[in-house]
């Protein structure tokens, strides 16, 4: 094989092993799962785990990526008592606990109501006080999305 100056290999090489089969190390034969053979770590269905943000996950199945397999359990609650979350919506801790799993403390937003309240600075630790300011929030944007209809 021959390098040019810049050490790179030139255009049209060949590599050494191109077509061989790459065979099995001395021992990993030995330490690969056999058909069916699962983890000794592995987690079952119904199990609870906090995320690295706070949040609680529940497994809900064993197949696909980790991210389909995982989810958050506030919106599986939300889910089992309301119904799907809407598209473009997001459930809120009312309380800001993300422990605090009551649908009491659950409240659905928009997207850009969950942006407007922490851009405003109205969410607290009182959730009564959370939801007025959610209230606030949904009539400052009713009157924007007025005013952008009405060309003001």
């Known amino acids: 094989m021959k390098r040019n100056k810049l050490g790179r290999f030139e255009k049209g090489n060949i590599p050494y ?3 061989v ?3 099995s190390f001395r021992g990993s034969i030995a330490t690969q799962f056999k058909k069916g053979e699962k983890s000794h ?4 269905i119904g199990t609870r785990r906090k995320d690295s943000a706070g949040y609680i996950r529940q497994k ?3 197949h696909g990526k980790r991210s389909e397999q995982w989810r958050l359990l506030h919106q599986l609650l939300w889910e089992k008592e309301h119904g799907p979350i809407p598209k473009g919506c997001k459930i809120i801790f009312l309380d800001g606990d993300k422990e605090n799993l009551a649908l009491e403390n659950l409240k659905l937003a928009t997207t850009a109501e969950v942006l407007a309240l922490n851009h ?7 959730k009564e006080l959370t939801n007025t ?3 606030i929030v ?3 944007l009713k009157i924007k999305q007025r005013d952008d209809k009405n060309g003001r």
Request: glycine content about 16%; charged content about 35%.
């Open 133 to 135: 300011g959610l209230g």
């Open 17 to 19: 092993n191109k077509g």
């Open 60 to 62: 809900i199945q064993d």
């Open 138 to 140: 949904k009539v400052d």
């Open 21 to 23: 089969r790459r065979g």
């Open 120 to 126: 405003s600075k109205l969410r607290f630790k009182n």
């Open 41 to 44: 770590n592995i987690l079952p």
